[in-house]
């Protein structure tokens, strides 16, 4: 461990966050040191919870938004199999499900944690006929994940997790009941006072440590639960403030989620409609909540679903199309504070990032994505990002993170953040948009951006969509650094045919690409991972840079309308000249 790096990463940490680090892992100590005491003093606090009437009307609302986000069938938990993270495993029955097994990944905590949501309880229950099957579930639970054991406290009895399992298994109880299953039974009782026991768990163990989306989880999971008590308990009333200052601090003034994930925007906007139907907030959520649906549109590919900026995959929840219009964004939809910038027309669209990794407290999820972008013509991926591999600390972790694998300017040996573990970032910079009204009349689409890089290396880049008929990206380096390269990462799905210029086809579609200025250095094979742990194949195509008086530059030709035209060499230049001049 460099001393160096440690400090450059957690002198961004305010003072409360330290004081709860500290706190914390003192309180994992005493509970794996002392397993039965401290249970024994979380029983006692889930005794003094009322149960929550399964028939309230906010349960109710509650219960369908918790219904969609899930991708289990029914009959999923009763045979004991579940798809997590992508790879589906069989025990064979609920009851033999081997909790601290090899859940692959180099045994990542996350695919066991994600079975402790009990997400696959939702559709069970909502069937009318899992009770037993779900109740036994807990019954292995409880029994392999003892809290002294190494680990427990990071994945199962996490509260992050317990947050999830504990709105989940309330959700699904309430489902039983709407279709007509038994109630009263001893599975249903054994459930809800392990949902009684979530709620006093997670509130002794809040996320103060980490904050933004964990904080934010356990908070939601308690306002569920509150929703089904005749009145908030005493122990909850807290909520009344500490959900507001939660919002205030994940969402950005533009509607982004402030760490800049597309994802985890998603799974927020999710949390905050929980929230509003839990009745406790009354209309105070409703403005946030409008800004991420407009925010949510602006980060949407044409095919009705997100961008992979940071830490980002498909089939992470429901689908954005699902969750709101996402065709009502306009031809050019800018997020100043979040830093992303969506062109689009005719089912052409391209995403830009221009912006800042994410929180400086914690930029847990960040890529060095700067001035990457992503694109769609014809309403198909066509140029997208590298996407999420592994959560574990690997060199497929590390190198999916850097700059040098994402769809922006970059030079060899320079990564603008010093990424280092899972989630660590040390010395961080931030890129910002470009608003130059000379470069209003080259493209009818267009944005630009800049980055002060720490390496001593500025970068510039200018987007520009003719919609239906081609792209421009054109890349300014400050000087003329090792290994200047543009590259950019297209989909297997589209075919590659290679001659003087590569042509990529997609049923009627065809995109040729041309460097008009520097070169097209290679077309090669590379990988992808649009959901996570799912390797596609994709296309490579690196650019080399012409070099400029003292600087480097790129443009890139993407033609797929016929009447396209590239610019000529007069308005090009005019062009690089200005963004030289961001720089």
Same mark, same amino acid.
């Given at each position: ?217 356990? &908070?939601?999971? %308690?306002?569920?639960? *509150?929703?089904?008590?005749?009145? =908030?308990? $005493?122990?909850? /009333?807290?909520?009344?403030? +500490? ?28 949390? &905050?409609?929980? %929230?509003?139907?839990? *009745?406790?907030?009354?209309?105070? =959520?409703? $403005?946030?909540? /409008?800004?991420?649906?407009? +925010? ?288």
């Amino acid at each position: 461990m460099s001393l160096g790096r440690l400090w450059r990463t957690a002198r961004h940490l305010g003072a409360e966050q330290l004081a709860y680090q500290i706190e914390r892992r003192a309180r994992r100590r005493m509970i794996r040191a002392f397993p039965n005491i401290a249970r024994r003093r979380i029983e006692r606090r889930a005794a003094a919870l009322p149960l929550p009437n399964l028939d309230a009307a906010p349960l109710n609302a509650i219960a369908e938004s918790a219904s969609l986000a899930q991708g289990d069938t029914g009959d999923d938990l009763k045979v004991g199999r579940f798809t997590l993270m992508n790879r589906t495993f069989e025990f064979g029955a609920p009851d033999k499900i081997d909790w601290r097994g090899d859940f692959g990944d180099g045994d990542n905590p996350l695919r066991r944690l994600t079975l402790s949501y009990m997400g696959a309880a939702v559709p069970a229950l909502a069937t009318g006929n899992a009770l037993e099957a779900t109740a036994n579930m807990l019954v292995t639970l409880e029994r392999d994940n003892a809290w002294d054991i190494p680990g427990v406290l990071r994945d199962v009895w996490n509260p992050y997790g317990a947050s999830h399992r504990l709105i989940n298994l309330l959700a699904g109880l309430v489902l039983h009941r709407r279709a007509g299953g038994p109630t009263g039974t001893d599975a249903e009782i054994a459930i809800l006072a392990h949902v009684r026991f979530c709620a006093a768990f997670v509130r002794t163990n809040l996320e103060r440590d980490l904050q933004f989306n964990h904080l934010m989880k356990n &908070l939601v999971a %308690l306002a569920a639960y *509150g929703a089904g008590t005749e009145r =908030l308990p $005493d122990s909850f /009333a807290f909520l009344r403030d +500490a959900v507001p200052r939660s919002v205030n601090q994940c969402v950005l003034a533009d509607g982004g989620h402030v760490e800049r994930s597309p994802m985890y925007h998603k799974l927020a906007l999710i949390d &905050l409609r929980l %929230l509003q139907q839990s *009745g406790l907030f009354g209309g105070t =959520l409703d $403005d946030a909540i /409008a800004r991420m649906e407009t +925010a949510l549109a602006a980060m949407c590919h044409a095919d009705g679903d997100i961008a992979l900026f940071n830490d980002s995959w498909l089939g992470e929840g429901p689908a954005a199309s699902t969750m709101i219009d996402t065709a009502s964004v306009g031809d050019v939809a800018t997020l100043p504070d979040s830093g992303y910038v969506r062109l689009g027309g005719d089912g052409d669209v391209v995403l830009f990032d221009c912006g800042s990794c994410g929180p400086d407290e914690t930029p847990a999820h960040a890529h060095a994505d700067f001035l990457s972008i992503e694109a769609s013509v014809a309403g198909k991926r066509l140029i997208v990002d590298p996407g999420v591999p592994t959560y574990t600390a690997s060199p497929e972790r590390h190198f999916t993170r850097s700059a040098a694998a994402h769809n922006g300017p970059a030079a060899e040996g320079v990564e603008p953040l010093e990424l280092w573990g899972s989630f660590r970032v040390g010395r961080r910079t931030r890129a910002e948009a470009v608003d130059n009204p000379a470069l209003d009349g080259f493209a009818p689409l267009w944005c630009a951006g800049r980055l002060d890089a720490d390496t001593g290396h500025a970068m510039s880049r200018f987007v520009g969509l003719w919609p239906g008929l081609a792209l421009c990206v054109c890349d300014t380096w400050s000087d003329k650094p090792s290994g200047a390269r543009s590259t950019f990462l297209v989909t297997g799905d589209w075919d590659l045919t290679e001659g003087d210029s590569p042509i990529f086809s997609w049923d009627t579609t065809r995109v040729r690409v041309d460097a008009i200025v520097g070169e097209v250095l290679s077309v090669g094979s590379a990988n992808h991972w649009l959901r996570f742990d799912v390797e596609q194949p994709a296309h490579e195509i690196v650019v080399q840079p012409d070099t400029r008086g003292d600087r480097c530059q790129t443009a890139l030709w993407w033609t797929w309308g016929s009447t396209a035209e590239p610019p000529g060499s007069e308005e090009l230049n005019a062009l690089l000249g200005f963004l030289a001049d961001t720089i």
